[in-house]
């Protein structure tokens, strides 16, 4: 079982549906992170919770909403979205020190149709 | 505002040469640089970090180094094999409290062919 686990893998969603992306660390880190990976650009960070408190969010649309309930759970929730937002979405976990390395999940293929 | 970029964007090798990957990132303010492998519809595989105060690390086949002062950083992957295809991607942290806050390269899209 890898560290950092997330599910679904897959999901196919209607533009006015609600669903949520789930992230579970397994290895005591702190800090948890949601990126965005879109077809040929880079990664783009989206939030940040160190200590189960948001420290960062970087001007995301206020149709993705994170929730970090503890120190190993992640979520993602996602309502009224926009086809453009079909992606792959990775959440990574670290110690919360400046240079922990990140370990992530294997991603959810979110497709917007 | 931090801007990593890879060179070249796609590359197909012969099975058995040696390769570089390139890297620039245009503010030298940075903690470390990493670099990650990326298999279709995977996740990121850390490979290499290197620190700001360190010139190179290897691991294997692999060696990263970096020259901060210019902001670059050269993954060489030496007898290449059809099993390092992939997506390499290059990340810098900058300078930022308490967390580590990758900057990512698209990635450079490798195949190794028989």
């Known amino acids: 079982e890898t560290g950092v686990t997330q599910t679904p893998r897959h999901l196919v969603m209607g533009m006015t549906n609600k669903k949520s992306l789930k992230c579970e660390q397994h290895l005591g880190h702190n800090a948890m992170y949601w990126y965005k990976q879109s077809a040929k650009k880079p990664l783009e960070l989206m939030f940040v919770?160190?200590?189960?408190?948001?420290?960062e969010n970087n001007s995301v649309p206020s149709r993705f909403s994170p929730e970090c309930p503890n120190s190993s759970h992640l979520f993602l929730h996602l309502h009224t979205l926009q086809p453009e937002d079909s992606a792959l979405y990775l959440c990574?976990?670290?110690?919360?020190?400046?240079?922990?390395?990140?370990?992530f999940g294997n991603g959810t293929r979110l497709t917007v149709t | 505002k931090q801007e990593v970029t890879q060179i070249p964007a796609a590359l197909s090798v012969p099975e058995g040469e040696n390769l570089v990957l390139n890297c620039s990132f245009t503010?030298?303010?940075?903690?470390?640089l990493q670099w990650f492998r990326q298999d279709p519809g995977k996740g990121l595989t850390s490979l290499l970090l290197i620190q700001s105060s360190q010139r190179e690390q290897t691991s294997g086949r692999l060696n990263a180094s970096l020259d901060k002062s210019s902001g670059r950083s050269t993954l060489y992957i030496a007898a290449s094999q059809p099993g390092d295809s992939a997506t390499y991607l290059c990340a810098v942290t900058p300078f930022s409290g308490g967390y580590n806050k990758l900057i990512f390269g698209a990635g450079t899209r490798l195949a190794v062919h028989p």
């Open positions: 503010d030298s303010a940075i903690y470390n």
């Open positions: 990574a976990s670290s110690q919360v020190k400046w240079d922990s390395p990140l370990h």
């Open positions: 919770y160190s200590l189960e408190e948001r420290v």
